[in-house]
């Protein structure tokens, strides 16, 4: 697998989609990245088989694509990359939690966040980079002010700190992240620290400064970042300010659903995908990683951004618009970090992207 190849045929590299098959998407399209314009050509899909893959990662290492499968039963499979598009690394696993929503590496362990149970999941790699059971599972516990949305815990992303001691768990049911460390015999999270933030902001993802010092936590409920310092060595996330990330709209105006937040690569930017208001807010850290400024919004070029991703050399943007069933991408002002859209491509119930 170490040979995995994620090259495509016009010489750029790969851009993977997911999506909701139960939305009609089309699983996992693999598509070709052209490195001059950043256009996307479409050139296989998965189809169904596996269900809803609504979020993926790519190990670094050897090519290897991961995805949930968002459904009630939970599960997660792995695929290699082929001239013709991804196959199969093995079957999928069952996590041992329902609804996961995101997934991440963290050494030889593969992390879910299960949305449905409010929970995470840390499942051993095979030495061919398979993921195995059983899992070790996490149970978050509490709840929120939004009797609707904050009933119970519902865990939306877990991600490892860019230290590797410490993994990061965003939890929109119980408004806090929670720190844990990973058991180095067993791969069990445990908590080593929880932060609360605002009551009813319903926390749904994060973000690292590429210092790794600062980190923005992207608010659901409410359209703002809270801005946090990261202490590395003590495993500590402390809230230092909130920021909004949209203008205050007029009584009625439709409500906004912060989806994805990313950071630059030369940390200068911030970007955040916004639901409802089907916007793209840029914010300048031109006075500082801890003051990000909104400076500008542009429209998602559809509508539902579920997922934003920034490419590797930080020009370009992708939203995933979820309703109107398309990736739409933008060049990146160097100057103002503002997106400008510069093309699209059809993607039923588009969910995710990410490069391989």
């Known amino acids: ?71 009630e039963e939970g599960a997660v499979a792995a695929f290699t990359p ?39 999941s840390s499942l051993p790699l095979a030495a061919d980079g398979r993921p195995t059971g059983p899992g070790a599972v996490l149970v978050h516990r509490g709840s929120g002010t939004d009797a609707d949305r904050q009933e119970r815990p519902h865990a939306h992303q877990v991600l490892p700190d860019p230290s590797g001691r410490w993994v990061l768990s965003v939890d929109l049911g119980t408004d806090s992240v929670r720190v844990c460390a990973l058991d180095p015999d067993t791969g069990e999270p445990r908590v080593h620290a929880e932060t609360a933030l605002r009551a009813g902001t319903g926390p749904r993802h994060l973000v690292f400064h590429p210092d790794g010092t600062v980190v923005y936590v992207l608010h659901e409920l409410v359209p703002q970042l809270t801005v946090c310092r990261w202490n590395p060595g003590a495993g500590r996330l402390e809230p230092v300010g909130e920021v909004p990330i949209a203008p205050e709209g007029p009584s009625g105006a439709v409500r906004a659903y912060p989806s994805a937040v990313v950071a630059s690569p030369d940390g200068r930017f911030v970007w955040a995908a916004i639901r409802g208001a089907d916007a793209i807010a840029t914010l300048s850290l031109a006075d500082g990683a801890e003051k ?33 069933g398309d990736v739409t991408w933008f060049d990146v002002d160097p100057l103002t970090g503002h997106p400008r859209t510069a093309g699209s491509v059809a993607v039923p119930a588009a969910t995710c992207v990410v490069f391989g």
Request: hydrophobic share 30%.
């Open 1 to 71: 697998m170490g040979g995995a190849d994620s090259t495509d045929h016009s010489g750029g590299h790969r851009a993977y989609i997911g999506s909701f098959t139960s939305g009609g998407g089309r699983g996992i399209t693999t598509a070709a990245v052209d490195p001059e314009t950043g256009e996307l050509t479409p050139l296989a899909e998965t189809g169904t088989l596996l269900a809803d893959p609504s979020y993926l990662a790519v190990d670094r290492d050897t090519g290897a694509l991961y995805a949930v499968s968002e459904t």
């Open 82 to 120: 082929t001239a013709e598009g991804l196959a199969p690394l093995g079957a999928p696993v069952r996590v041992g939690g329902s609804g996961p929503t995101h997934l991440s590496l963290a050494g030889r362990r593969l992390l879910t966040a299960n949305y449905t149970s409010g929970s995470v």
């Open 292 to 324: 990000p400024r909104l400076t500008g919004s542009a429209g998602c070029g559809g509508s539902w951004p579920r997922d934003l991703a920034v490419d590797p050399s930080g020009r370009r943007l992708y939203a995933a618009n979820e309703h109107s």
